[in-house]
């Protein structure tokens, strides 16, 4: 997996009320709609320099491919759909462009990252983009295929939710373990029960070095808090409560002005606001999963309290 970045490409809006779906045209780069997404874009991130070609669009995604992709391949079209739009019904739009710039690669760039429509890097729109070594890649449609496809989605959400950018949780959760409740509650709100069985299985199982040695992130803070504390409103909470309360700066990314949070949390900040999205003090949840120090061994007890006083409108 590559280190978190966001953004993506392309603007447009099929003019209908229900989605309107078209496919590439026969001529390569040619668009039948003017106002359609661009036909082919030519990448121009870290290590690609794909010239990709657009193998779908409607009004919730655009899919694109390399040209080492089977064109036959078509899951993409309809569940990044689905995943994308169940996101934005549980934490609300990201920017004005309703679509999801989905991208796959064959025989290169393996794992992916995201991008979203408040960075420059992708030409400002929301973006997956997911590689694979192997030649014969994403043709199941399953498995580790909509697991990769739908962890680049959670990054979107915690690097642009609620219209502020960056993710100060990042340096305690780090790349994963948003992703693991994230994931678990999207397959369970699409109706794909049988993968949020086998997601939920595989990540009762894993452990980690952060921030101590044995954590079980999933298993022993996320789950809870998901069971136990209001679901998916809890997830969302989180991401409200930091956008309210959270200190910003303004950051321009070229094009205009947006809020962005001006540091990361800290342990005791992080449990503060995750007990504000539950609705319950986590304290002592928190002492079972991680022990009562942060990553640097630093005792986070001191660090709640005084969160307790910068962020009083976070109560629990």
């Known amino acids: 997996m590559k280190k978190v970045i966001y953004v993506a490409c392309l603007l447009t809006?099929?003019?209908?009320?229900?989605?309107?779906?078209?496919?590439?045209?026969?001529?390569p780069g040619v668009n039948?709609?003017?106002s359609a997404p661009m036909a082919t874009w030519k990448e121009h991130w870290f290590e690609h320099v794909q010239l990709l070609n657009r193998v779908f669009y409607?009004?919730?995604?655009?899919?694109?491919?390399?040209?080492?992709?089977?064109?036959?391949?078509?899951?993409?079209?309809?569940?990044?759909?689905?995943?994308w739009d169940y996101t934005k019904k549980t934490y609300g739009k990201f920017g004005n462009d309703s679509r999801l710039y989905v991208i796959y690669h064959a025989g290169k760039y393996g794992g992916g990252h995201p991008s979203t429509y408040m960075d420059a890097s992708h030409?400002?729109?929301?973006?997956?983009d997911c590689g694979s070594n192997d030649p014969n890649a994403w043709t199941?449609?399953?498995g580790n295929d909509i697991d990769l496809s739908t962890h680049e989605i959670g990054h979107i959400v915690e690097g642009a939710s609620k219209g502020v950018h960056g993710s100060p949780a990042f340096v305690i959760w780090h790349d994963s373990k948003w992703m693991e409740i994230y994931q678990y509650d999207v397959y369970l709100g699409l109706g794909r029960n049988d993968d949020a069985v086998r997601w939920s299985n595989l990540k009762l199982s894993t452990s980690d070095d952060f921030p101590r040695a044995g954590t079980h992130w999933y298993r022993d803070w996320f789950l809870p808090i998901y069971t136990q504390h209001g679901q998916t409103k809890a997830l969302n909470n989180f991401?409200?409560?930091?956008?309210?309360?959270?200190?910003?700066?303004?950051?321009?990314?070229?094009v205009q002005n947006y809020p962005e949070y001006s540091r990361d949390l800290n342990m005791g900040e992080f449990i503060h606001f995750w007990s504000g999205a539950a609705g319950a003090d986590l304290a002592p949840l928190a002492l079972t999963a991680f022990g009562d120090k942060d990553e640097q061994g630093?005792?986070?007890?001191?660090q709640l309290a005084q969160a307790k006083k910068n962020f009083p409108g976070v109560t629990y």
């Open 123 to 128: 030409d400002y729109h929301n973006l997956t």
């Open 32 to 34: 039948i709609d003017p």
């Open 298 to 302: 630093n005792s986070w007890a001191t």
């Open 140 to 142: 199941a449609g399953t």
């Open 13 to 27: 809006l099929m003019a209908a009320c229900s989605k309107k779906t078209t496919t590439l045209p026969k001529t």
């Open 58 to 83: 409607d009004t919730s995604v655009v899919v694109y491919y390399d040209n080492d992709m089977r064109a036959g391949i078509t899951w993409p079209k309809t569940y990044m759909a689905q995943a």
């Open 239 to 254: 991401f409200t409560l930091l956008a309210k309360y959270f200190p910003k700066h303004t950051f321009n990314n070229g």
